[in-house]
């Protein structure tokens, strides 16, 4: 519900619309525009209406992904579901607060041309911190955030104590997320709803990876976001790009262009599960759940604490 987020603030004034998917984190390479990507086929295999954005003006990892996607489709003769698709392209002005503008509107004209008529919007962003980028996360209703499984990664959520591990400080991502999050609430009563991927997983579980875990859930109670189960590192993700396959399509040799393996089994599967943790308004219990969530918030003038707002998955 992207463009109502805008009404109060001194951006825009809109109106209600599709549910938003922000895929975000400050850190590059933690696995965004494959995230992306994979979430947008799963919804319309789901049947549902998607348009996608991609913010990273630079490196359209998002637009070549579904390039690819549309080349291969062709090449190997299947029909491939694609979604509505517009990029936006860095402003080349001098003056920051004029390409800023030129940002802003170029990216509120492709929203108003699809608001209405899509049931998802999935915005790709860049791994650093622009405009675009932060204007992103506040009209998001999901934010989801990969992650590498690895300190390096979380350090842009937070800071630990080396000894201890404990969390000593909120970082900067970590930050904005929470600024974001703070003025979608005081602008529409609305909450964003933050699921955080651990991505590249080891297949070999190591020590490291149990205190990026622990350190992770203390951090996730701490900020309010859920963990969604992880995705392991597999070579055919990035193989998947070259033709704009997901783990979701039919893995039928002339589609894959190559025999599946017990690995694209298993990155389905995984895939799914992401799906499903993000407990998205794709069907009546999901709605459920999002109309829950904004009651809640319009009821409730006291902090946020989010663990009591979510139903938990088969409470229905
Ligand atoms: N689970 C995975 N297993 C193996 N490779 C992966 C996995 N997820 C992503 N990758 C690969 O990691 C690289 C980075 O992924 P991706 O481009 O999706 O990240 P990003 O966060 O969008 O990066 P950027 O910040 O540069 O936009 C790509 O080569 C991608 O194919
Ligand atoms: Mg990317």
């Avoid at 940002?103 to 919007?121: K, P």
């Avoid at 969390?167 to 909450?191: G, H, K, L, P, W």
């Avoid at 039928?252 to 599967?269: D, F, I, K, N, Y």
């Amino acid at each position: 519900m992207l463009i109502s987020a805008l009404d109060a603030s001194p951006m825009g004034r809109r109106s209600r619309s599709a549910h938003v998917i922000v895929c975000g984190n400050e850190k590059g390479g933690s696995g965004k525009s494959t995230a992306a990507v994979h979430i947008a086929v799963a919804l319309l295999k789901s049947g549902h209406s998607v348009a996608t954005v991609d913010l990273d003006g630079r490196q359209l990892s998002m637009t070549r992904y579904l390039e690819n996607r549309k080349r291969w489709a062709r090449t190997a003769g299947v029909k491939l579901e694609i979604p509505t698709h517009f990029h936006v392209p860095p402003s080349r002005r001098g003056v920051v607060s004029d390409s800023e503008s030129e940002e802003f509107r170029a990216l509120m004209d492709g929203i108003a041309e699809i608001e209405h008529s899509h049931d998802f919007l999935i915005i790709d962003t860049p791994g650093s911190d622009t405009y675009l980028n932060r204007l992103a996360h506040r009209i998001a209703d999901t934010l989801v955030t990969p992650m590498n499984d690895s300190f390096v990664d979380f350090d842009v959520l937070g800071r630990i104590d080396p000894v201890s591990y404990e969390i000593t400080e909120v970082s900067q991502y970590a930050m904005s997320v929470r600024e974001a999050r703070r003025e979608r609430r005081n602008t529409d009563n609305a909450i964003l709803d933050w699921v955080v991927v651990r991505n590249r997983i080891s297949s070999i579980g190591s020590r490291n990876e149990q205190k990026v875990d622990a350190c992770l859930r203390e951090l996730g109670m701490k900020l309010g976001f859920r963990i969604a189960e992880g995705i392991l590192e597999r070579t055919i993700f990035r193989e998947f790009f070259p033709i704009g396959l997901t783990a979701l399509d039919d893995f039928e040799e002339h589609v894959l262009g190559t025999r599946p393996t017990l690995s694209h089994l298993a990155a389905r599967q995984e895939i799914r599960h992401l799906i499903s943790a993000l407990r998205l308004p794709m069907d009546d219990l999901g709605r459920r759940r999002a109309e829950m969530r904004r009651q809640f918030v319009e009821r409730s003038a006291r902090p946020l604490k989010m663990p009591d707002i979510f139903i938990p998955a088969g409470a229905d």
